[in-house]
């Protein structure tokens, strides 16, 4: 006896199979775009490493989705700590909070309607917010805000699951074009936000998944290749500004680590991150945390957790000058190969 065909409802609904497979689609093609939105990496630091970052935290969220059960409890629970433990660097994390904001709302029933999805865009956009210590415009942060306020909007008037999803990705697209609009930078360089780029990859693979859309291809996506005459003005170092404060550029290490403190001092903690650094993302609860800071001081981003009684384990610091100095100089000699003449080679036996 064949299984009865799915009802009309029920194609109308975002279920943990759909999810799951969006996911998995998802990193599939951050994987397949990730050197494309790496060359647009240039805020808050030109280290060309978003996709990357987003890509290795998306295995992790697959490895553990992959081990879950298959009912929309564990789906949201695997996605949930897998980009947890799994988020790498600044975009890593933020995407990490995104993806937690978002199945924090879809657990919640077996299948979601437009409406639903829809509120779990608008939390998964409020989480991204609340995690970043200075949120700045012109970055992944407002792709995602104006993605679920085109969603939640055309979900009122009714529309089914596909026309929300597709309402969210043009308005993402549009809010993407932007972003060189909000944040000079960007548009210094002549490039969108790399993070919001990535994060839209996410929309096409729910549209994939709900409606059969086709994935976009790397070479129709984020921009022509004019970034690559654009990018060494972004990777000079910015002078401190009138005030003599150091910009965001300025900050030579990136530290990380995960952090077991109690969930009521973790505004203190991010506000003492914020006496020292920049770029300051935390995102996890329930005793557990993982952070992200750029900072001059090393010793006092691992003080601060344990001032405050925490316990920092996994700590991890990167050397932006020298990934963005490394970065600089793959760029100069890709553009020095690149000018040198054709050269006539014979194989003798």
Not at 70 to 93: D, F, K, W, Y
Not at 230 to 237: D, E, G, H, K, V
Not at 256 to 276: S, V
Not at 290 to 302: K, L
Request: glycine share 8%.
């Amino acid at each position: 006896m064949n299984p009865p065909e799915p009802s009309e409802a029920s194609l109308d609904r975002f279920d943990a199979d759909r999810l799951r497979r969006t996911v998995v689609t998802f990193r599939d093609a951050v994987k397949a775009h990730a050197q494309r939105i790496n060359r647009l990496n240039v805020y808050p630091v030109p280290d060309g490493d978003t996709g990357t970052n987003m890509a290795r935290t998306l295995d992790a969220v697959v490895a553990e989705l992959d081990q879950a059960g298959p009912e929309i409890e564990p789906t949201c629970q695997a996605i949930s700590h897998g980009s947890l433990m799994g988020a790498r660097g600044n975009s890593g994390v933020i995407l990490a909070q995104i993806l937690r904001g978002m199945v924090g709302k879809l657990s919640a029933k077996a299948g979601s309607t437009a409406s639903e999805f829809a509120e779990a865009l608008s939390a998964a956009s409020t989480s991204a917010y609340q995690a970043v210590l200075k949120p700045i415009e012109g970055t992944i942060l407002t792709v995602v805000r104006e993605a679920s306020e085109a969603a939640k909007a055309s979900a009122a008037t009714g529309a089914t699951l596909a026309v929300t999803l597709r309402a969210a990705r043009d308005a993402g697209r549009v809010a993407l074009d932007h972003t060189p609009e909000l944040l000079p930078v960007l548009k210094d360089a002549g490039v969108v936000d790399a993070g919001g780029a990535g994060f839209m990859l996410l929309l096409d693979a729910a549209l994939n998944v709900v409606e059969g859309e086709p994935m976009p291809l790397c070479e129709d996506s984020f921009g022509g290749d004019s970034m690559d005459q654009a990018l060494p003005a972004a990777m000079t170092m910015r002078a401190p500004d009138s005030h003599g404060e150091l910009s965001v550029a300025d900050l030579r290490y990136e530290v990380m680590y995960f952090l077991h403190l109690e969930d009521g001092k973790i505004n203190e903690f991010k506000n003492d991150w914020g006496e020292i650094g920049d770029s300051i993302v935390v995102v996890g609860g329930d005793g557990i945390w993982n952070c992200h800071v750029h900072t001059n001081d090393i010793g006092a981003a691992i003080e601060a957790a344990i001032d405050l009684g925490g316990r920092p384990k996994q700590i991890r610091v990167t050397d932006l000058f020298e990934e963005v100095a490394e970065r600089h100089a793959i760029h100069d000699a890709q553009r020095a190969a690149a000018g040198l003449p054709a050269v006539t080679t014979a194989v003798v036996a």
